[in-house]
Nanobody, 124 residues
C-alpha cells in the first residue's frame, strides 16, 4: 500500500538546523508532486514547501523562503526538507504529502497521501 514515513524531527535551539526526510513506498514516486506541510497546536495545517515531479521546480512559503530548502531523489523515493536558522515559530508537526499527477499544490485537500508526521520543536 502507499506509505510515506517522515523522520528527522527533534528538539533544537533557535538558530539551529534540522533535516527532515520522507521515504515513500507503494507508489510510483516520480509521478507525484511532493509537499511538506506543518501544523502547530491550535493552527491549521499550512504549506511549507513543494517540489515538482522531476525536481526541476521548487516552491516555498514566504515564512521559510530564505531558510528552508526542499529536494528529492526519485531513484531513492525520498524527499527532504533542510531547515536552517530555525525559529520558535517553526515549532510544529511536519508532514510530507504526495499529490498525484497534475501541477503544484498548496492546500492539504489537493494531496492524495500523507505521512504520520514528525515533531519539530525549536526552543528560545
Amino acid at each position: 500500500q502507499e506509505q510515506l514515513v517522515e523522520s528527522g524531527g527533534g528538539l533544537v535551539q533557535a538558530g539551529g538546523s534540522l533535516r527532515l526526510s520522507c521515504a515513500a513506498s507503494g507508489l510510483t514516486f516520480s509521478s507525484y508532486f511532493m509537499g511538506w506541510f506543518r501544523q502547530a497546536p491550535g493552527k491549521e495545517r499550512e504549506f511549507v514547501a513543494g517540489i515538482s515531479l522531476s525536481g526541476l521546480r521548487t516552491y516555498k512559503a514566504d515564512s521559510v523562503r530564505d531558510r528552508f530548502a526542499i529536494s528529492r531523489v526519485n531513484t531513492k523515493n525520498t524527499v527532504t526538507l533542510q531547515m536552517n536558522n530555525l525559529k520558535p515559530e517553526d515549532t510544529a508537526v511536519y508532514y510530507c504529502a504526495a499529490k498525484y499527477r497534475g501541477s503544484e499544490g498548496f492546500t492539504p485537500g489537493e494531496y492524495n497521501y500523507w505521512g504520520q508526521g514528525t515533531q519539530v520543536t525549536v526552543s528560545s
